[in-house]
């Protein structure tokens, strides 16, 4: 008990220093900038920020891209509301209530009522995440190579089955992508270089950051500069912005629901604020008395997007810290974070830095504060940013990657995988192709092969003893049931939406008969 109240106290010191505080509310601040700016989302501001917080301290650096990564994932209801374009892709079924509530001249009351929504969603769930990752963590520190290799396996089948808006078989292929480009580097068991084509700044691999600023900044800014959206003009007439109490009242129930709904589906490695949010919604619409009310200005479908989606951002965290398997592709990035200041989420981390975990709990609960104060005090200045002209945006981000991927070991290299990695998340949003399924693969391609190899190791090679392993450690027998279910899975549902038309087509042919 005593061990677990120092958990949750010795980062209190960390959290409170001048600096921490001062880099959470910027970071908080920068967050709600990026995502209510349509194009630039939480993964883009955080993989192009993670490089210029080298220079700072594991805590300082790590509160601020929290504070990103909360404020970014609200910010995408302002624009949602205000111009019916969601800044991220969480803020989707946003824009379904919270704009037509704003085109009756109450687009103060959807804001007001989205960041409150948030801010409950947001520190409900690093509530959550402080009860459950140190549970899960300590059990964690119990299992071998066998469970470890499982449990990467089961990460990626997840990561490939629940990619939004792609086919199965192209999240696949951006799997198997990153899976190959893991293997960039020393062999994790002989240390004999593999794939590095002569180039000694590949022994190491390729690095992290710089691929992933290329995946997710330079990419979508380069779609973005294709598209050339036009942005609607923004409403700044907000009215009255702090939520009313006959309002709060109505959505207890749906607030509620929701960040339970949004910190379950945050927990799942691959899934994610969206597809939260769009269960949440769903769900809210389904028990609702008056569904026919969603879609018109509905107070509920905004509580159930907008709790949901920020609710993902404590669960998501709790694999990362206590599995080291990331929930999101944010937390995919701030993978990359812990490793540039030597550090390693995982089970370990409790043992090794318990005053660091700490102050994650503590730090992420102050940023969804500050979002609170920011939300609510600073609505009318965050619609005035919306009028900043997309391609002033697209500037910025294309020269902020060059800055970034150079800055990580002042190294051209790194520039030229930023460039490569950059043409691949291009090619990969003209193809449809998810990059979630490649930044986990690349995150867990290493902790799945060094563990297979090294329990082929323990098992001479031979392969029926190592099916029979898993018949001797439940976890990972269970795990891999549970792989393999979930791989199947779209084959079965398949199968069974396709039945009843292959049923009456047969009928008709045996009527015709």
Known sequence: M??????????LGLVFKPDVILFTFAGTFLGIIIGALPGLTAVMGVAILIPLTYGLSAEVALMALLGVYCGAVYGGSISATLLSIPGTPAAVMTTMDAHPMAKKGEAGRALGLATVCSFIGGALSVIALSVSAPLIANFALK??????????????????????????????????????IATIGLDPMSAYPRFTFGRPELITGVEFISAMIGLFGLGEALSQVEARAVVAEVQTALGRII??????????????????????????????ATIASIVSYGQEKRISKHPERFGTGCPEGIAASETANNACTGGAMIPLLSLGIPGDSVTALLVGAFMIHGLRPGPLLFTERPDLVSAIFLGMFVANVFMLILGLGGARLFAMILKIPKDLLNTLVIA???????AIRNSVFDMEVMLAFGALGYAFRKAGIPD????????????????????LALCDGNVVTFLQAFTQHPIAGV????????????LIIRRRSTAPQRIRAEDRISGKG
């Open 2 to 11: 005593a061990n677990l109240l120092g958990l949750y106290t010795s980062g």
């Open 143 to 180: 299992f071998t190579s066998i469970e470890l290799f499982s449990i990467a396996i089961f990460g990626l089948s997840i990561m490939a089955y629940v990619a939004p808006g792609s086919s199965v078989l192209k999240a696949f292929v951006s799997g198997i992508f990153g899976l190959l």
């Open 243 to 272: 939520p009313r109490w006959d309002d709060m009242k109505r959505i207890i129930g749906t607030m509620l629901r929701s960040t339970v709904i949004g910190t379950i589906i945050g927990a799942i490695p691959g899934t994610g």
């Open 400 to 406: 902020l990657c060059f800055v970034g991927s150079y």
């Open 436 to 455: 979630a399924p490649l930044v986990l693969a690349l995150i867990l391609g290493p902790m799945m092969e060094s563990n297979l190899r090294r329990t």
């Open 479 to 490: 795990t891999m049931l549970a792989t393999v279910a979930l791989l199947l899975s779209p």
